[in-house]
């Protein structure tokens, strides 16, 4: 499994930025896929979630402005984020847990199921 994120950027708060994170082969058929974020200071935090039955699930603190989606024909998983704030920044990390089924459990699931990670990309907010 490999993932490779794109689409950070430097934007103003209130901005908007699409990240893209392309997987190798049938990853996101098989897999419950996640975007997390890690911060100068904070512990990694998972930011949303998606399985292969289209269920998705979002941390309160970007509830309402993200949103993540995948395209199976192009092998990629999206996250698009709105009225973006200071608070967001961070390195932003797409992860693929192939060995559930494709299911993803909101509650339980913790960054040490995702045994698969891009590199991640930087998105910066200034306010």
């Known amino acids: 499994v490999q993932l490779m994120e794109s689409g950070g950027g430097s934007v103003q708060s209130g901005g908007s930025l699409r990240l893209s994170c392309v997987a190798s082969?049938?990853?996101?058929?098989?897999?419950?896929m996640g975007w997390f974020r890690r911060s100068p200071g904070k512990e990694r935090e998972w930011v949303a979630g998606?399985?292969?039955?289209?269920?998705?699930d979002y941390a309160d603190s970007v509830r309402g402005r993200f949103t993540i989606s995948q395209d199976n024909a192009k092998n990629t998983l999206y996250l698009q984020m709105i009225s973006l704030k200071p608070d967001d920044t961070a390195r932003y990390y797409c992860?693929?847990?192939?060995?559930?089924?494709?299911?993803?459990?909101?509650?339980?699931?913790?960054?040490?199921?995702?045994?698969?990670w891009g590199q991640g990309t930087q998105v910066t907010v200034s306010s």
């Open positions: 992860a693929a847990d192939p060995y559930s089924g494709g299911m993803c459990d909101f509650v339980y699931d913790t960054a040490d199921d995702f045994g698969h």
């Open positions: 998606l399985s292969i039955d289209g269920k998705t």
């Open positions: 082969g049938d990853t996101l058929s098989k897999s419950c």
